[in-house]
Antibody
Framework: QITLKESGPTLVKPTQTLTLTCTFS??????????VDWIRQPPGMPLEWLAFTSGTDDKHYSPSLRSRLSITRDISKNQVVLTMTDMDPVDTATYFC??????????WGQGTMVTVSS | QSALTQPASVSGSPGQSITISCSGTDSDVANYNLVSWYQQHPGKAPKVVIY???KRPSGVSNRFSGSKSGNTASLTISGLQAEDEADYYCCSYTRSGTWLFGGGTKVSVL
């Protein structure tokens, strides 16, 4: 059974860097065709894809946020970490990590709400 | 990179069929059979109902089906039920190796 869970701060100040951790189980992030993605959703707004890392350590980022995002993986801990720099109130959202396979997100974490406010 | 275009809302009566459209460009929907669809109930994480354009994951009702014509993908829900009332999002793989979501469609069961 595949599970994912997001963790990180619930409140960050403007200009700070956000670090979120996705801890997963039930699969190995060393296989081709498998990945972990980060997706966010501001309150009342649509989903927005952010970043992806694969079993082959391939990485892709949203073009509009590429300069602010970094995604890394720790295979030994079964974790994927997303960092987002220069946080702004518009970045207030629920952040999800998801298991990617067959070009879709088949299992999602519960999400973690992050508020950006001074 | 603009979001894929979906209608803001679609409604139908129980038992009816509804179709949600998802329009993209040559950089995404038109050139890849890699559109997925997600159902999201309030306060919950999204759930995939269609992947690779037309495939249905195990456990998803066969009332959900996907199709594509040109740069527009579609999700059809047949035999509409009260439990289908939710937000639905399309998502496409893109030429840049990234993913792009639609703006979402609120489905109401009258």
């Amino acid at each position: 059974q595949i599970t994912l869970k997001e963790s990180g701060p619930t409140l960050v100040k403007p200009t700070q860097t956000l670090t979120l951790t996705c801890t997963f189980s039930g699969f190995s992030l060393t296989s081709s065709g498998v990945g972990v993605d980060w997706i966010r959703q501001p309150p009342g707004m649509p989903l927005e894809w952010l970043a992806f890392t694969s079993g082959t350590d391939d990485k892709h980022y949203s073009p509009s946020l590429r300069s602010r995002l970094s995604i890394t993986r720790d295979i030994s801990k079964n974790q994927v970490v997303l960092t987002m720099t220069d946080m702004d109130p518009v970045d207030t959202a629920t952040y999800f990590c998801a298991h990617g396979v067959d070009y879709a997100f088949d299992v999602w974490g519960q999400g973690t709400m992050v508020t950006v406010s001074s | 990179q603009s979001a894929l275009t979906q209608p803001a809302s679609v409604s139908g009566s129980p038992g009816q069929s509804i179709t949600i459209s998802c329009s993209g460009t040559d950089s995404d929907v038109a050139n890849y059979n890699l559109v997925s669809w997600y159902q999201q109930h309030p306060g919950k994480a999204p759930k995939v109902v269609i992947y690779e354009g037309t495939k249905r994951p195990s456990g998803v009702s066969n009332r959900f089906s996907g199709s594509k014509s040109g740069n527009t993908a579609s999700l059809t829900i047949s035999g509409l039920q009260a439990e289908d009332e939710a937000d639905y999002y399309c998502c496409s793989y893109t030429r840049s190796g990234t993913w792009l979501f639609g703006g979402g469609t609120k489905v109401s069961v009258l």
